[in-house]
C-alpha cells in the first residue's frame, strides 16, 4: 500500500518562501505522476502543479504565476514544491499526490498524503 508523507509547511511573511516536500514509499515512484495540490476550509481541494513521470513535464496551476516550482527526486522517492514570493491567499493545507496513468490517460490508482499547513501572515 502506498504512503505519501509531507513536510516543510509552516508560518511564513508576505513574499517569504517555503520548500514543501514529499516522500513515497509503497510504490514504484517513477512510474507516477506527482502532484501537489491545496485546500481551505469550505473550499474544493485544487491543483497547484504537476510532474509527469517520464521525461518529467511540468505544469501549473494560473494562481502560481511563476512563483512556484515542483521538481521530483526518483532516485529518493521525493518531490519538492518550491513556493516562492509567498501570498496571503496562498494559505492552505497542501496535499501531495501520486497519480498511476495509464497510456489512455485515465487514472488507475491515486494516493494522497495527510496535508501540510502552509500561513502566509504578518
Known amino acids: 500500500q502506498g504512503k505519501l508523507v509531507e513536510s516543510g509547511g509552516g508560518l511564513v511573511q508576505p513574499g517569504g518562501s517555503l520548500r514543501l516536500s514529499c516522500v513515497a514509499s509503497g510504490i514504484t515512484f517513477s512510474i507516477y505522476r506527482m502532484g501537489w495540490y491545496r485546500q481551505t476550509p469550505g473550499n474544493l481541494r485544487e491543483l497547484v502543479a504537476t510532474?509527469?513521470?517520464?521525461?518529467?513535464?511540468?505544469t501549473y496551476a494560473e494562481f502560481v504565476e511563476g512563483r512556484f516550482t515542483i521538481s521530483r527526486d526518483n532516485a529518493n522517492n521525493m518531490v519538492y514544491l518550491q513556493m516562492n514570493s509567498l501570498k496571503p491567499d496562498d494559505t492552505a493545507v497542501y496535499f501531495c499526490?501520486?497519480?498511476?496513468?495509464?497510456?489512455?490517460?485515465?487514472?488507475?490508482?491515486?494516493?494522497w498524503g495527510q496535508g501540510t499547513q502552509v500561513t502566509v501572515s504578518s
Open positions: 510532474i509527469t513521470s517520464r521525461s518529467p513535464t511540468t
Open positions: 499526490n501520486a497519480d498511476l496513468v495509464s497510456d489512455g490517460g485515465w487514472i488507475q490508482n491515486r494516493y
